[in-house]
């Protein structure tokens, strides 16, 4: 069965660190896609980054990096430099044909 | 670029009634998708067209909602009659592709529905 777990329910980090928002995912398909996305309290959901399951790389984009870890079945979001703009839920998803979202994680960042 | 578009962005109904959403999806994407997500809960699938064919409804409640996309371009999700459970944001979201291992799903506003 397709699982993705997100174990922090909320995160506090404080203005121009760094912080890293933990998503394991279950699937036996040795295809598939993973997502994060952020959902401010507009409700809107704001794709971040993509990984493939073959993809060697790290995903990045901007502040926002992947660590991927394939053996593990992870795949961490890292937020450098963090900004009060941040401060949103954050969902990682997965996708083998149709897109398994988690629970979320709620960060506050603090000035 | 115009992002999907919904509407209305708020509902308020009291059970047993009916209530439509209407969502337009980014021009040019065959993939379309209704994502229910329930407060504190990540979005969960409830159906996808790829046009005006349906790809998945399996987790769409058949006996009370229905959904169709006319012209494989706008969507209407219906609700027949509302429960207390439906309560819930409905988001709409599109994408290029079927949405496989690539393809971003670009997502609207959502519709905040309340059942009193």
């Known amino acids: 069965a397709q699982k993705i777990t997100q174990t922090q329910p909320g995160m506090f980090v404080q203005e121009k660190e760094a912080v890293t928002l933990d998503c394991t995912y279950d699937?036996?398909?040795?295809?598939?896609?993973l997502f994060w996305y952020k959902q401010p309290s507009s409700g809107e959901m704001i794709f971040l980054i993509y990984?493939?399951?073959?993809?060697?790389q790290n995903a990045t984009e901007g502040r926002y990096s992947l660590n991927f870890q394939k053996a593990r079945k992870s795949a961490n979001l890292v937020i450098s430099a963090s900004q009060l703009g941040d401060s949103a839920m954050y969902f990682c998803?997965?996708?083998?044909?149709?897109?398994?979202f988690g629970q979320g994680t709620t960060l506050q960042v603090k000035p | 670029e115009a992002g999907v578009a919904q509407s209305p962005r708020y509902k308020i109904i009291e059970k047993r009634q009916s209530v439509a959403f209407w969502c337009n999806p980014i021009?040019?994407?065959?993939?379309l998708y209704w994502y229910q997500q329930i407060l504190g809960q990540g979005p969960k699938l409830l159906i996808q067209?790829?046009?005006?064919?349906?790809?998945?409804d399996s987790q769409l409640p058949k006996d009370r909602f229905s959904a169709e996309r006319l012209k494989g371009v706008d969507s209407t999700l219906k609700i027949q009659p509302a429960k207390l459970e439906d309560s819930a944001v409905y988001l709409c979201?599109?994408?290029?592709?079927?949405?496989?291992?690539?393809?971003?799903?670009?997502f609207g506003p959502g519709t905040r529905l309340t059942v009193l």
């Open positions: 699937t036996s398909d040795p295809s598939y896609g």
């Open positions: 067209f790829q046009n005006n064919g349906v790809v998945d």
């Open positions: 021009s040019g994407h065959a993939t």
């Open positions: 998803a997965m996708s083998t044909g149709k897109l398994i």
């Open positions: 990984q493939g399951s073959y993809d060697q």
């Open positions: 979201a599109s994408s290029l592709d079927q949405g496989l291992v690539v393809g971003e799903q670009f």
